[in-house]
């Protein structure tokens, strides 16, 4: 059985305000919160590569070693002076690049080659792990530097009334919507969420905590 996910039923123009929205949530009706683990999309729309070359300073690309096009494009790198440094061993090709506003014009990259700002300040780093946390302060400048880029954050609460904590808590979607059991992506959208863990979810406890908190929420979706 999954938590149930209520959207709270507020427009936000942008990131930062929804992110000031959640943390106002968990600051007003949340016991205790974990630290925010934050999931950030791949990029996959020339926006989203226009302005991740133009904002941050590396990526990482990834793919096939045989890819059709892959010697191409690093040859453009090396032609352009682009700085790389390639991961070996490793089973497939992975590379950290220098990132330049000049290199907006090599979109579309080759097909199958994937490129990630995951292991890029403020969003990870090199050695970063993919359920490692972040600090609340590089959230704030993720959620400033987002743009166009798709980043779901997620908080652990303890709802302050409730008698169980499992799975509460608050989920940020910046360019994406939760729909049920995961987050899709959805440009220009910005939303939270308040998810209920599974033991405590459509118990009279629960809806007697949902109509005292006075937020103006959605019907539940699945949630994680």
Same mark, same amino acid.
């Given at each position: 059985m999954s938590s149930a996910l209520h959207r709270v039923r507020e427009p936000f123009p942008d990131a930062p305000s929804a992110l000031a929205r959640a943390r106002a949530i968990m600051r007003d009706f949340a016991d205790r919160s974990g630290l925010p683990w934050a999931q950030l999309g791949e990029?996959?729309?020339?926006?989203?590569?226009? /302005?991740? @070359?133009?904002?941050?300073?590396?990526?990482?690309?990834?793919?096939?070693? $045989? !890819?059709?096009? *892959?010697?191409?494009? +690093?040859?453009?790198?090396?032609?352009?002076?682009?700085?790389?440094?390639?991961?070996?061993? /490793?089973? @497939?090709?992975?590379?950290?690049?220098?990132?330049?506003?000049?290199?907006? $014009? !090599?979109?579309? *990259?080759?097909?199958? +080659?994937?490129?990630?700002?995951?292991?890029?300040?403020?969003?990870?780093?090199?050695?970063?792990?993919?359920?490692d946390d972040s600090a609340e302060e590089d959230v704030s400048r993720m959620a400033s530097l987002i743009g166009p880029l798709v980043l779901d954050v997620r908080w652990d609460c303890a709802w302050r009334g409730l008698s169980e904590s499992k799975d509460c808590g608050v989920l940020l979607c910046m360019n994406s919507v939760w729909v049920p059991q995961h987050v899709e992506p959805f440009p220009g959208e910005f939303g939270v969420w308040i998810s209920l863990g599974p033991r405590v979810a459509g118990s009279p406890e629960a809806e007697g905590w949902l109509r005292d908190c006075g937020l103006v929420l959605d019907e539940p979706q699945d949630g994680w």
């Open positions: 990029v996959t729309t020339r926006e989203q590569y226009e /302005h991740a @070359v133009r904002t941050f300073s590396t990526g990482r690309v990834g793919g096939e070693r $045989d !890819l059709p096009g *892959l010697d191409a494009y +690093l040859g453009e790198l090396a032609f352009r002076g682009v700085a790389l440094d390639r991961m070996e061993p /490793h089973p @497939v090709f992975v590379a950290d690049i220098e990132l330049r506003p000049d290199l907006a $014009d !090599l979109w579309p *990259l080759p097909e199958g +080659l994937s490129f990630f700002l995951n292991s890029t300040p403020p969003f990870g780093t090199a050695d970063s792990e993919p359920e």
